[in-house]
């Protein structure tokens, strides 16, 4: 699924969506309404109503992949809700899945060095 190096968008659905539609209604909502590929390799999370359970919709090259969690206690810590999306990165998506505040994580940039000449 997301695998270490990964340079593919990971995307916040940031309206909560019905948790009660299945994949193709998930894929339906990426196509329709977010207007992105699936096939591309984008990853899409979506949050629930309450923001205590997310799902994750992405096609790993053979088919789509949806995974399910849900916190114990608490909720997610979800960017404001509006329509659209948001990027994360990989480092702001592990720290959203394990339940922890995504917006301390924040990437140093890093530039290529240039070669002597």
Same mark, same amino acid.
């Given at each position: 699924?997301?695998? +270490?190096? %990964?340079?593919?968008?990971?995307?916040? +659905?940031?309206?909560?969506?019905?948790?009660?539609?299945?994949?193709?209604?998930?894929?339906?909502i990426? %196509?329709?309404?977010?207007?992105?590929d699936?096939?591309?390799?984008?990853?899409?999370?979506?949050?629930?109503?309450?923001?205590?359970?997310?799902?994750?919709?992405?096609?790993?090259?053979?088919?789509?992949?949806?995974?399910?969690?849900?916190?114990?206690?608490?909720?997610?810590?979800?960017?404001?809700? %509006?329509?659209?999306?948001?990027?994360?990165?990989?480092? %702001?998506?592990?720290?959203?899945?394990?339940?922890?505040?995504?917006?301390?994580?924040?990437?140093?940039?890093?530039? +290529?060095?240039?070669?002597?000449?």
């Amino acid at each position: 699924m997301i695998v +270490a190096g %990964q340079r593919l968008p990971i995307l916040i +659905a940031t309206r909560p969506v019905d948790f009660r539609c299945g994949h193709r209604g998930l894929e339906l909502i990426v %196509q329709t309404e977010l207007t992105l590929d699936l096939h591309s390799g984008v990853t899409v999370i979506f949050r629930s109503k309450r923001g205590d359970r997310m799902r994750i919709l992405v096609w790993d090259g053979t088919g789509l992949v949806l995974v399910y969690k849900a916190l114990e206690q608490g909720s997610f810590a979800w960017p404001k809700v %509006q329509d659209g999306t948001m990027r994360l990165s990989r480092a %702001q998506f592990e720290a959203l899945f394990e339940g922890l505040d995504w917006r301390r994580v924040v990437a140093q940039r890093v530039f +290529a060095s240039r070669a002597a000449g």
